[in-house]
């Protein structure tokens, strides 16, 4: 269930980085729905392999260097989507990864945090 929740929470951030900036184009909803599945796909396959070849660099900017790990696979997801889901460059890649980052961090904080 949170990774439904996971998916249509990406897709709507989709949708809104979409409104407030030129660089990232979606065409629809079913479009961001469909971006965030790959997104998440990507991050249960590809993303682990990322990070561990990049591990020492990961380790010296202190974590830092995972933004651009999901940078990447965000890019990984542009290109995978076509002309249905489409980011300018890697700068807003990386400015996408950050606010989703956030976004999430926050959701998981207080929204769907689990009862203990």
């Known amino acids: 269930m949170n990774w439904i929740i996971g998916i249509l929470v990406n897709a709507v951030l989709f949708i809104a980085i979409s409104g407030y900036f030129t660089g990232l184009y979606v065409d629809s909803f079913l ?15 590809v993303r682990p392999l990322l990070v561990l070849f ?5 380790f010296l900017t202190l974590g830092l260097f995972l933004f651009v790990i999901n940078a990447a696979t965000l890019l ?13 460059g890697f700068g807003m890649a990386l400015l996408i990864a950050v606010i989703m980052a956030i976004v999430n961090l926050a959701l998981q904080m207080t929204i769907l945090k689990k009862n203990d």
Request: charged share 5%.
């Open 76 to 88: 990984l997801t542009d290109s995978i989507m076509g002309s249905a889901f489409d980011i300018s």
């Open 31 to 45: 479009s961001a729905v469909i971006a965030s599945v790959v997104l998440s796909i990507l991050n249960m396959i």
């Open 54 to 58: 990049t591990l020492p660099i990961t």
